[in-house]
């Protein structure tokens, strides 16, 4: 078979090689490292991985591009699973507050925060959120990441607003080399009409917007911001259970701020994901473990809301709970879209190996999306996205922090990025 493009002399070839779930506990040891590695692909998928030279019946001609890995740390293509990518406006006003200890929760719960991000998604045209949306995919792929969820969320009770940024990310997914998988989530805070009687919220969310979101087939999962003040634990359930009916997995932001037993709600209802986890309780670690909930944490939102607490990382490995990492980015609690900073905080402050953090934004990652027999490891049959980065080894990475150590970008087979 014909090779379209090579990469050669890899000095780190990590392939994350093995079963197309997600790793944990033992399996997290064997991240699938390949000295002096050799990558075939065919077009977009991989057709030979190992060490050395091709075998004879993988044909380079002049037409097969060809990189070169010395002195490289070749890696799958980064998933960041948990964004809130297309939204209007940004948030920095809140920094003053933020300096001044206002919580996170207080700020939404005057109107601001989120509220605030409503307002600028509503105002924003689709050309002006797709622009903005597509500006910051652009960065995520200079960081090295080919693959995406984004969520809505900045519409709430407008759902004119909701679809849009559903409408606007699956565009972006057309148009962009990153892939963008779309999770609903209307249920993201009480519109202001609705304080004081949040369930016909909840009762609108279920009979009209989770319908027709599957009706035009805008999203794959369902997410809902079960919190202190926001949706409840009922509330939540109740809405999960309603996007299944209609084929969307659930996921849910669960135990952020306050323990309110979103871990257990999400092992209750086998949740592909909880996510953030911050607060969540030893029993609701150990059901996610037994139900096989991925624990999808986010470190820089533990860093921006500057409260000290980061989810207890180290526990749900030794539990055995499945680990992904993402950045949540979005405009009020995780402004960045710089996953290889998150990786280092992974790693520098929730105590995460090296081998757990690779894992946490491949394998694990593309599991959290439902892509884990698609992307997530350089395997034959797998598609061709890889990241190369001009490091040495993968612990250079996630030490020298900060900074963005990609070389190369290979999406779908293609140079997407150099
Ligand atoms: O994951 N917690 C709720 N949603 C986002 C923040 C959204 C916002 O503040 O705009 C999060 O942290
Ligand atoms: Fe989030």
């Not at 004119?160 to 606007?168: G, N, R, S």
């Amino acid at each position: 078979m014909k090779a379209t493009l090579v990469i050669k002399n890899v000095d780190n070839l990590i392939t994350l090689k093995g079963e197309n779930k997600p790793r944990v506990k033992e399996s997290l040891k064997d991240i699938g490292i390949i000295k002096n590695g050799i990558i075939a692909l065919n077009g977009e998928k991989i057709i030979y991985v190992g060490e050395g030279e091709l075998p004879s019946d993988i044909i380079v001609d002049e037409d097969t591009i060809i990189l070169n890995g010395i002195g490289k740390t070749v890696t799958p293509g980064l998933v960041d699973s948990h964004t809130h990518l297309v939204h209007g406006g940004s948030r920095e006003n809140e920094l003053a507050m933020k300096l001044k200890g206002v919580p996170y929760l207080d700020i939404l719960a005057a109107g601001g925060g989120i509220h605030s991000t409503v307002k600028s998604t509503k105002e924003a045209t689709f050309e002006e959120l797709y622009n903005q949306a597509k500006k910051s995919l652009d960065t995520m792929l200079k960081f090295g990441v080919t693959t995406i969820e984004a969520k809505s969320g900045y519409g709430i009770d407008d759902f004119d607003t909701e679809l849009k940024q559903l409408e606007v990310a699956n565009k972006l997914n057309e148009d962009h080399h990153v892939d963008i998988v779309s999770t609903f989530m209307g249920a993201h805070a009480v519109p202001k009409d609705y304080r004081d009687n949040p369930d016909d919220f909840v009762d609108i969310i279920i009979k009209d917007m989770i319908p027709e979101v599957a009706r035009r087939k805008l999203a794959k999962f369902c997410d809902v911001f079960c919190e202190e003040g926001v949706f409840t634990i009922d509330q939540s359930r109740k809405i999960l259970l309603a996007a299944r009916e209609y084929g969307m997995e659930p996921k849910l932001h669960a135990d952020e701020i306050e323990p309110l037993g979103g871990a257990e709600l999400s092992a209750e209802i086998g949740c592909i994901t909880a996510d953030h986890l911050i607060a969540a309780s030893d029993i609701g670690i150990e059901q996610m473990a037994k139900s096989g909930v991925i624990a999808n944490l986010l470190p820089g939102t533990s860093f921006n809301l500057q409260t000290g607490k980061f989810a207890r990382a180290r526990k749900m490995v030794e539990a055995g709970v499945p680990i992904a990492l993402s950045t949540d980015y979005n405009p009020g609690s995780c402004p960045t879209e710089n996953l290889q900073l998150i990786m280092s905080f992974g790693s520098l402050i929730m105590k995460l190996t090296p081998e757990e953090v690779i894992t946490a934004v491949t394998i694990n990652g593309a599991a959290a999306l439902g892509l884990e027999r698609e992307v997530g490891s350089l395997e034959i049959g797998k598609r061709g996205d890889i990241v190369m980065f001009d490091s040495p080894n993968l612990e250079y990475i996630i030490y020298h922090f900060g900074v963005n150590h990609v070389d190369t970008v290979v999406k779908k087979g293609k140079i997407a990025y150099k």
